[in-house]
């Protein structure tokens, strides 16, 4: 059996129970040790007053001139115990050894004790020194005027209620152990209808309910409501049933706000592309064109190849968070990275780039496009949110099961704020500066996106003077 910790609801109601028991144990255990103790005291007792003094009366007073020493020990129990007192004084006392009287020597406070002894006053308990244990005692009036005490001894009782405690602790002890045994399996096996329900509680603790489809676990079948647990069963049921309706809710608005994204950039595509379309036209017109006209259309022309770009960015992410399945091909990302810093070379001739590649190619399996464009936008960023003459460096690096890519530069680095949401949509450090330089704040979104459509991760470090973008892809 498991060790049952005692904080636990089945350590502390096995503790409780055995500790009432324990209880109940040392009630019964005191209480039956008092009861045979003034049980066997009273027959002491009776023994006492039924012997009426016999043996004492029958020890001669020290001062009686013929006196023979000898006793009536007839039918006296060993170690009786006899006195006779005269005006308060002891004359004579003995004990029955060996069916024979023994006179004793009593030390004065023997003495003392046995004159304090109230005559027929029932049973004392005493202890005389010259016996060395407890006895109990009667005294009596004689014959003579004299005081007669008796007494037997006491630890017959004693030994019979230690025997009884004995046998008490022992099975005590015993019905203790077992009761502890029997009570945490008993407990183990009541609750564990609630263990049932913790386990359900942490598996749906578990899943991932932020976002996307759940598959939300079926109904607990404990749902006896004449039990605690099958109360709790069933309120842990009706919460999971409005915890999976809320989430089919949201699963539903999410994938509409999705193809609503989706069809919006796809429709807007044809009417961006025909005003681009007219611009150009317009512009290759012969006839002469006043100025102001000739600079609107170039900034028609402009603005709208802006908005293609950001029209096909707002399509690629709606269509990766759908879930669309990316193409699965080997592609060299060697070669892929060739090409994306020839290209970024070209586009910023200012900055310097720097390449740090393996000897051998290295291949992963993807989208050759999409991960050109994720590699791209690192480079585009590189170049434009650093001022001419920073050093970027690509480098790709190899391990066992991943393939790294980091595009490093020595820029003045992300504003630390930024830092944390620096791949969610539309973040950008300067939104005034970016609108006139055409950044929309979704190049490291798309980054994210085509990484994780991956199966791998994108992070950033920065700080001023250093900035690496790393990409982790399954190798
Ligand atoms: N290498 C870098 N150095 C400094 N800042 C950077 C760097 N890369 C990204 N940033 C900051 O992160 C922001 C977000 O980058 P992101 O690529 O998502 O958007 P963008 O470059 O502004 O626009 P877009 O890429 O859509 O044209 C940028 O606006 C810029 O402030
Ligand atoms: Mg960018």
Redesign the pocket.
């Given at each position: 059996m498991r060790r049952l910790p005692l904080r636990s609801l089945r350590g502390q109601l096995t503790a409780g129970l055995v500790v009432l028991l324990a209880l109940a144990c040392l009630a019964v255990g005191v209480t039956t040790s008092l009861a045979l103790r003034g049980f066997l005291m009273g027959r002491l007792d009776q023994q006492l007053s039924a012997s009426g003094g016999r043996f004492a009366a029958s020890l001669e007073h020290e001062t009686e001139p013929d006196a023979d020493n000898s006793a009536d020990t007839r039918g006296q129990a060993e170690a009786t115990f006899g006195a006779r007192l005269l005006d308060g004084t002891v004359t004579q006392a003995a004990v029955v050894d060996d069916a024979t009287d023994r006179p004793l020597q009593l030390t004065p406070e023997d003495r003392h004790t046995l004159a304090g002894i109230p005559v027929g006053g029932g049973g004392y308990s005493i202890r005389l020194s010259a016996l060395g244990k407890y006895y109990r005692v009667t005294a009596v009036r004689g014959d003579d005027q004299d005081t007669l005490i008796t007494g037997l001894p006491l630890h017959p009782v004693e030994e019979t209620v230690h025997r009884l405690e004995a046998v008490e602790a022992v099975l005590f002890g015993a019905a203790l152990m077992a009761t502890g045994i029997a009570g945490a399996v008993w407990v183990r096996i009541s609750l564990r209808p609630l263990q049932k329900v913790t386990a359900r509680a942490a598996e749906v603790a578990r899943l991932p309910l932020a976002s996307g489809e759940i598959a939300m676990p079926g109904p607990l079948s404990d749902t006896d409501p004449r039990t605690e647990v099958g109360q709790v069963a069933t309120a842990l049921n009706h919460m999971l049933g409005h915890v999976e309706d809320a989430l089919t809710r949201r699963q539903a608005s999410e994938e509409r706000l999705r193809h609503f994204a989706a069809d919006a950039s796809h429709e807007l595509r044809t009417p961006v592309a025909n005003i681009r379309g007219h611009a150009e036209l317009a512009l290759r017109h012969h006839s002469p064109v006043p100025a102001e006209v000739r600079h609107a259309l170039e900034r028609i022309d402009s603005e709208s190849v802006r908005m293609t770009r950001l029209v096909d960015?707002l399509l690629l992410l709606a269509r990766l968070d759908a879930g669309r399945p990316i193409e699965h091909e080997p592609v060299d990302l060697t070669l892929l990275i060739l090409n994306a810093t020839d290209d970024a070379r070209a586009a910023g001739p200012g900055h310097h780039w720097l390449l740090d590649l393996p000897e051998e190619p290295v291949t992963v399996t993807g989208d050759a496009h999409r991960l050109q464009q994720a590699i791209g936008?690192l480079l585009?960023?590189?170049r434009?949110?650093?001022p001419t003459g920073t050093d970027v460096t690509i480098t790709l690096t190899k391990e066992r099961t991943t393939v790294l890519v980091d595009v490093s530069?020595n820029?003045?680095?992300?504003p630390e704020e930024?830092q944390p949401e620096?791949f969610g949509r539309f973040?950008?450090?300067?939104h005034a500066r970016?609108r006139s330089t055409?950044?929309?704040?979704?190049?490291?979104?798309i980054v994210h996106a085509v990484i994780a459509a991956h199966g791998g991760t994108a992070t950033v470090t920065?700080r001023p003077g250093h900035?690496t973008?790393r990409l982790v892809l399954p190798g």
């Open positions: 960015d936008n585009a960023n590189a434009t949110h650093t530069d820029g003045p680095g992300i930024l620096v973040v950008r450090a300067d970016s055409g950044s929309t704040g979704l190049g490291l979104a920065s900035t973008f």
